[in-house]
């Protein structure tokens, strides 16, 4: 599944298991799901009436997330939501509009919800991590990464997220070691770490941003 950046200092915000993303805590797109991952179908026991308004209705969503109409988009969740309230992937879309219109509070208890729900879904885990992230809440954000894999090992993502979060943490552990190193030749050896370490998460983030385009 592809994604974007989203503003956090890394990790790759999954924009779904919609059609076609959103990335290391950015924007939106449209993912396909990944191998392994199971893709949420139309509710088998609505008539077909209701199916064919609710596959409407998903399309429109989807539609409006590319446009960046997140008010609209919202609007559309919300009403989904209310027919369907147990539904995994409209509750799954909101979450990322919310995100999207800077309500990461609601987003987070949405995907608190979700993962309590459907604890083997690793796309509302790996949005959840991106969000603890975004605080800075690295141990919350590596425990729901781990559970994603654990859930499906082969989602990329996941991996690739864990993997630059522990490169974050690292950058946080040298800098703190330079500050109470004793001389000053320590402290720069210390110091030409963090910017290597750097170097590497800011090239991925702009490799991301390319594959995107």
């Known amino acids: 599944m592809k994604q974007r950046i989203l503003s956090i200092s890394c990790l790759a915000f999954a924009a779904a298991w919609l059609a076609s993303p959103m990335a ?4 939106p797109p449209a993912v396909a799901p990944e191998a392994g991952t199971a893709s949420p179908q139309i509710p088998a026991e609505l008539s ?3 199916r064919t308004r609710y596959e409407a ?3 429109t969503l989807r539609a409006q997330i590319d446009a960046a109409k997140w008010q609209e988009a ?3 969740a919300e009403a989904m939501n209310k027919v369907r309230p147990r ?3 409209a509750r799954f879309l909101k979450t990322i509009v919310l995100t999207e219109l800077g309500r990461d509070d609601e ?3 949405e995907l608190l919800a ?12 790996n949005n959840l991590a991106a969000l603890y992230a975004k605080k800075g809440e690295y141990q919350l954000a590596r425990r ?5 894999l654990a859930a499906v090992p082969d989602y990329g993502i996941a991996h690739a997220n864990l993997a630059d979060l522990y490169l974050q943490q690292a950058i946080e552990h040298y800098r703190r070691a330079a500050a109470l190193a004793k001389d000053s030749k320590s402290s720069k050896a210390l110091l030409t770490q963090v910017d290597t370490i750097q170097a590497l998460l800011t090239s991925a983030t702009q490799a991301d941003k390319k594959a995107d385009q």
């Open 57 to 59: 209705q998903m399309k």
């Open 144 to 148: 729901e990464l781990e559970l994603a």
């Open 107 to 109: 987003a987070k208890r």
């Open 114 to 125: 979700l993962v309590a729900d459907y604890p083997e879904l690793p796309e509302p885990r």
């Open 24 to 27: 290391a805590f950015g924007q």
């Open 48 to 50: 077909v009436e209701a």
């Open 74 to 76: 919202l609007a559309t």
């Open 87 to 89: 539904e995994s992937q």
